[in-house]
């Protein structure tokens, strides 16, 4: 599974964002599906997952009401919608795809075993 991120780019604040995350694999479904991001000497944190199998979407509370997490199956792509864009949001966004699963859970507890190169946002 390779995973490459696009849509990165400074922005002012209030402004919008589309991240893009194209998947390189022979079988999309059945993946818990992930954004996450790192700013300077800060933890990574989970952003947004989704299941690919049906596109469910779970949010970390810092994304709720301001972030939309998407896909386009046929495309294997992933998508994140960034709206009202603060400058707290600024950091590397990361994509993250788990293995084949066998349940629908897909949470930001997950086990990543595939992660994008990542793409920069920053918001001033």
């Known amino acids: 599974v390779q995973l490459v991120e696009s849509g990165g780019g400074s922005v002012q604040a209030g402004g919008s964002l589309r991240l893009s995350c194209a998947v390189s694999?022979?079988?999309?479904?059945?993946?818990?599906m992930g954004w996450f991001r790192q700013a300077p000497g800060m933890e990574r944190e989970g952003v947004a997952t989704i299941y690919t199998t049906v596109g469910s979407a779970y949010y970390a509370d810092s994304a709720k009401d301001r972030f939309t997490i998407s896909q386009d199956s046929a495309k294997k792509t992933m998508y994140l919608q960034m709206n009202s864009l603060k400058p707290e949001d600024t950091a590397m966004y990361y994509c993250?795809?788990?293995?084949?699963?066998?349940?629908?859970?897909?949470?930001?507890?997950?086990?990543?075993?595939?992660w994008g190169q990542g793409t920069q946002v920053t918001v001033s």
């Open positions: 694999t022979s079988i999309y479904g059945r993946r818990c």
């Open positions: 993250a795809a788990t293995g084949l699963l066998f349940g629908p859970r897909c949470d930001l507890q997950r086990d990543f075993g595939y």
